[in-house]
């Protein structure tokens, strides 16, 4: 027996495996194309009870495992819990999706407290518990966070937008308050995954939705740079999971976001030419997505 073969397939391949057939997990896997997430939906209350609920949030993370068989489960949560840890106000409007109060300067961006984050996050943590001892040991578990950037273009915003305009505002403006709120999110952010697997998750992801609206500098200095701090942040606290970086729509620059932040997969976007995947990426870490 291959000494790995007890290993899920994700953990195999994240280590630098070749599995055949190679392991298959999807984004958004758990939600509204299934009619049973619906049913579940329906009578959850709002978008963040349904987070802050671990039976529910666990019962819906295991639907798509249950009906498809999936190689992993990824977390039902959201990116945004973070900020309402944080102490800024988050809500889900029906058919208009995240909106939150906006934190614009440097007052508002003080005025957030982790006195209280891990604490607030604990039912994320009892969900993560419970969908682990639903699994079985072949399916890994997936916990998450959001990236830096993508978050603080939510704080500072309100709302997601096409092009990130008052965070890049912000930060062209007042570099120095958005650097403290970049990392005010750098330090929770590896809390918030270390006590992720503590509770259970195997496996780490990094979503930066919107790392490709940068340009280079930019781009290093607010994406590759946080992803870094924190990759190293969880490993200088014994996290040996592998991380998974999602710099969506970046582009070129994802061979140097690869190389410099220390993941050990990352997940391509639908922009990125097979060629480009093989060439600059695959020979040194896990490759997924594309699709």
Not at 110 to 118: H, K
Not at 221 to 227: E, M, S, T, Y
Not at 238 to 260: K, M, Q
């Amino acid at each position: 027996m291959h000494p790995q073969a007890d290993k899920p397939a994700l953990l195999r391949a994240l280590s630098g495996e070749t599995c055949h057939p190679p392991p298959i997990w999807l984004m958004r896997q758990a939600g509204r194309y299934l009619p049973e997430y619906r049913e579940v939906r329906a009578g959850a209350g709002s978008f963040l009870d349904l987070c802050f609920n671990p039976e529910v949030a666990a019962r819906v993370t295991l639907q798509p495992i249950e009906r498809f068989g999936f190689d992993a489960a990824i977390l039902f949560s959201d990116i945004l819990v973070v900020p309402h840890a944080l102490g800024q106000k988050v809500d889900f409007i029906q058919n208009e999706g995240p909106v939150l109060e906006p934190v614009t300067d440097g007052d508002a961006i003080r005025a957030l407290t982790r006195d209280r984050f891990l604490e607030l996050l604990e039912p994320v943590f009892e969900t993560v518990r419970q969908v682990r001892a639903g699994l079985g040991p072949e399916v890994a578990l997936i916990g998450f966070c959001g990236a830096p950037w993508t978050v603080a273009t939510y704080m500072v915003g309100g709302r997601g937008s096409p092009d990130q305009a008052a965070a890049r505002a912000l930060a062209y403006r007042d570099p120095g308050a958005f650097r403290i709120l970049i990392d005010l999110l750098v330090g929770v952010s590896v809390e918030y995954l270390c006590a992720q697997v503590k509770a259970g998750a195997q496996v780490l992801q990094i979503f930066d939705s919107w790392a490709g609206t940068l340009p280079d500098g930019e781009f290093e200095r607010w994406c590759v740079g946080p992803a870094r701090e924190i990759v190293a942040g969880v490993r200088a606290r014994g996290v040996e999971a592998p991380v998974i970086g999602f710099p969506r729509g970046s582009g070129p620059l994802y061979s140097h976001y690869a190389r410099e932040t220390g993941v050990n997969g990352v997940s391509c976007d639908t922009s990125l030419p097979l060629d480009y995947i093989a060439r600059e990426l695959q020979p040194s870490l896990a490759v997924q997505g594309n699709l």
